[in-house]
């Protein structure tokens, strides 16, 4: 299948490693422009390279921290000024701090709204001019499969990723007209360093090994597994192109199955 995606110019926010750089690897893989943007420069250069090694597609990079708003409107500039306007955005960002309701202070609520939430609007907001001058876009936003079934000891994540599907769901009805499609694409457990992460935490806390902590999730999915990176980013890169013609406002679960709400 043609995905419409040569020469389309595509930003991929949190990029450096993990659901990002899956997800622009597969752009790449299409013929797309990509700019990848971290925090971290360091990252972003091994991930152009991770890139370019396995496709042939010099990426571009920028630094950018998604929750802070002059970062954000500098990075989507200098993509869309780089190569004549932008096609594609990819709405991603770390995880928040992990823990129970009682665990967080105002501070804590506070990053995560700017990083997971307030991210997300600020990155849409800068890209819609891009996307209506060239009469249309897609535009894709990184959840957790939490937006339909929350997950035990992340509660900041469950609030702000449902508020991004919430603000996908809205902004569906209001760009259709200016043929612009916007879905959100939730992971459920994928074999990435956030996930070893959050096991890790899982084994201290419950006095269990890696192990079995692992061990148990993977029999909570019906696919006995978890997921890979690029099994993901393939899913994203087809919501994100222009062979998806009539699919938005939607949440895609990539999760093995594991989420059995209707």
Not at 141 to 146: R, V
Request: glycine share 12%.
């Amino acid at each position: 299948m043609d995905l419409g995606l040569k020469g389309k110019s595509v930003f991929v926010a949190a990029a450096s490693k993990g659901l990002g750089r899956a997800s622009a690897l597969e752009f790449a893989r299409e013929g797309a422009n990509v700019t990848i943007a971290s925090r971290s420069e360091e990252r972003l250069s091994e991930a152009k390279r991770v890139i370019g090694e396995a496709t042939g597609v010099e990426v571009s990079t920028v630094a950018m921290d998604a929750g802070k708003a002059d970062d954000v409107q500098r990075a989507i500039r200098e993509a869309a000024e780089r190569f004549g306007g932008l096609d594609v955005l990819v709405c991603n960002a770390g995880g928040p701090k992990g823990g129970r309701f009682d665990e967080m202070s105002d501070s804590d609520w506070q990053a995560a709204y700017e990083l997971n939430l307030l991210g997300t609007i600020r990155m849409i907001r800068e890209a819609l001019p891009y996307m209506r001058k060239a009469g249309g876009g897609r535009i894709v936003n990184l959840t957790s499969a939490s937006i339909k079934q929350p997950i035990d000891g992340l509660i900041l994540s469950n609030v702000f990723r449902a508020g991004v599907h919430a603000l996908t769901k809205t902004l569906a009805t209001e760009l259709a007209p200016d043929g612009i499609l916007i879905n959100t694409v939730a992971p459920g457990r994928i074999a990435t360093d956030r996930i070893q992460e959050l096991d890790e935490a899982n084994a201290k806390k419950t006095g269990r090994s890696l192990d079995e902590v692992r061990q148990a999730s993977e029999r909570s999915i019906p696919l006995g597994r978890l997921g890979q990176p690029d099994e993901f980013g393939r899913v994203v890169a087809f919501y994100g192109s222009f062979a998806n013609t009539y699919a938005t406002g939607q949440a895609l679960l990539v999760d093995g199955g594991a989420v059995k709400a209707l």
